[in-house]
């Protein structure tokens, strides 16, 4: 049985001290192979035989589908399957979902492409004729040496599997078997009983990348500490400079300078200059983004010292990829509710536009009732005229036509300053309303973060824990592992990861007491989310900054065990 690598190299390779990482790797994934295959022959033996399960081979049949040619020609691809399916891609979309590519991990594009080629192969994967059709001729164009060789079989083993998936090198990618594997089933290609071991293979291999992505894109949290360092020293930078009787832009002189070469950047790119703050989502002021930029920079190299107007320097370049990642976020919602996501409940419930609202009245088919203009339009269509006069007359009336557009968008324009500054100062009342209990709850983050370092006292923890043991509380945010210790403490709370919840249920905040957010981790769109229901249910609320769990407790029991 051959292995998804040559087995010359396991032969040149016998001795480990000889071999690099990567060699000896290679050397385990083949015992592993080994050892899945005794495995799956042994299930076998006592009469195990089960559906397999086909996600690994799916997750790989999606990763590397898509050729330079296919991506160059994506869009024709995307606009006729949108056509001729369109009304199915909620149908489409949950059928599966594999971890293919994520936006955190690739081009926001390709990332997209893969999306919609998810669905093109979920499609095809329940029997959609058109989706079958169109992801043969895909493999059939773009994959034509592979697909010319895979055609010759009706009934295809592991052997043959791998001998069709080798490269140059003689070995064999994890992607050409999941492609070789999918496609068997739209080419009425019998699998090998011998193939089982293969998909628990594949779904091994699924469960490592998903975990090597997860832990590289995993979020980088400050030290509480070393955030309020970082705090206290741009604050004393500031202080120092504001003594010196300097104005705010001679303060923050080198970070304007900067500033404007971004902006000139922009501009030769075709962008407003200030484009990148204008993607920002989480801008506290430049204050803020500056102690965020020397906690990474300490973070980066804890043992350097930093000036002033380093920091302002790299606070630009801070600004810039906040504003990549913030780009890439929308782009990753939007493109998401585009092919089918579900809109967030929060954003149905608040929403003016209902379509139930709506009186459509069915129109006949073009051919059974022409359309009449509605006025005639061509007065000199009396008459001995020409095919010259028509176009004059078209022109002419084109003219006019844009004239009215230009002068109405200046009249909308108008219109909309006068009532913008009519409805200003009523918008702000409002904000200021809905943002008055974060204030205080911010207020109240401050001296807790203030007082975090106060000693809390042993013997009095037992108690704390079990006063407030059964309130009913939500945490939102904070690192898996973090959240898991408060967890075996607090069975009862709710907790929530806010990457496992790109859709939001308001009925997962009803019927609580406070709801906590973990400032140091969570994403600003997951905070707007779950902040709008709580102002909504009129939850009361409070945030958290620290690591520490007896620290946690303490504070939680402060505001609620009593």
Not at 65 to 88: H, M, S, V
Request: glycine content about 4%; hydrophobic content about 35%.
């Amino acid at each position: 049985m051959k292995a998804p690598f040559s087995n010359s190299f396991y032969e040149n390779h016998q001795d480990d001290e000889y071999m690099d990482d990567f060699d000896y790797g290679r050397i385990q994934e083949k015992r592993e192979l080994a050892a899945i295959m005794f495995e799956d022959m042994l299930s076998k033996e006592k009469g195990n035989v089960v559906a397999p399960d086909t996600t690994g081979v799916d997750f790989f049949f999606l990763m590397d589908f898509i050729t330079p040619d296919l991506f160059n020609d994506f869009a024709l691809i995307e606009q006729d399957f949108l056509k001729n399916c369109r009304g199915r891609l909620d149908e489409f979309q949950k059928v599966g979902w594999y971890g293919e590519k994520s936006f955190r991990t690739t081009r926001p594009l390709y990332a997209m492409q893969n999306n919609v080629l998810r669905l093109i192969y979920n499609g095809a994967k329940i029997g959609d004729d058109y989706c079958i059709e169109l992801i043969r001729n895909l493999y059939k164009v773009y994959h034509k040496k592979e697909y010319k060789q895979l055609k010759r079989f009706s009934r295809i083993n592991p052997d043959e599997i791998f001998s069709l998936s080798e490269d140059e090198f003689a070995d064999s990618d994890y992607p050409s078997i999941g492609r070789i594997m999918g496609m068997c089933q739209f080419m009425g290609i019998e699998l090998h009983e011998n193939c089982s071991f293969m998909y628990k293979l594949l779904n091994n291999r699924r469960e490592d990348f998903l975990a090597e992505e997860d832990e590289s894109t995993e979020y980088e949290m400050f030290d509480v500490e070393l955030f309020n360092e970082c705090s206290e020293q741009v604050d004393e930078w500031l202080s120092e400079q504001s003594n010196k009787g300097l104005s705010y832009r001679k303060i923050n002189q080198k970070y304007w300078e900067t500033s404007v070469f971004v902006g000139y950047c922009m501009r030769q790119q075709g962008y407003v200059d200030i484009y990148p703050q204008l993607c920002i989502e989480n801008n506290m002021g430049l204050r803020m983004q500056m102690i965020r930029t020397l906690a990474v920079l300490k973070s980066w190299k804890p043992k350097r010292e930093f000036t002033f107007e380093e920091v302002q320097l790299y606070t630009n370049i801070y600004d810039l990829s906040a504003a990549l990642t913030d780009v890439a976020d929308s782009f990753d919602y939007e493109a998401g509710y585009l092919i089918g996501d579900e809109i967030d409940e929060i954003d149905v419930e608040e929403a003016l536009f209902n379509p139930a609202n709506m009186t459509v009245n069915v129109r006949k088919k073009p051919e059974d009732n022409p359309k009449k203009p509605i006025t005639n339009v061509a007065p000199v269509s009396k008459g001995d005229v020409s095919a010259e006069d028509y176009l004059a007359e078209i022109a002419e009336l084109r003219k006019r036509l844009n004239e009215k557009e230009q002068e109405n968008k200046y009249l909308r324009e108008q219109y909309r300053n006068t009532r913008h500054s009519a409805e200003e100062t009523e918008g702000l009342v409002k904000k200021y309303e809905a943002e008055r209990d974060e204030l205080i709850a911010l207020r109240e983050y401050a001296y807790n973060s203030e007082h975090e370092d106060d000693i809390v006292e042993e013997d009095k923890l037992p108690d704390m824990e079990k006063a407030i043991a059964d309130r009913k509380i939500v945490i939102i945010g904070g690192h898996v592992n973090w959240q898991n210790k408060l967890k075996q403490i607090f069975p009862e709370w709710f907790f929530v990861h806010t990457d496992a919840y790109k859709t939001v249920n308001a009925g997962m905040l009803e019927g609580r007491e406070k709801v906590y957010f973990f400032t140091d981790y969570i994403n600003h769109i997951s905070y707007k989310k779950f902040i709008a229901i709580v102002r909504e249910k009129n939850i009361p609320f409070g945030y958290i900054g620290s690591q520490n769990i007896k620290n946690v407790i303490s504070q939680i029991y402060q505001e609620m065990g009593r």
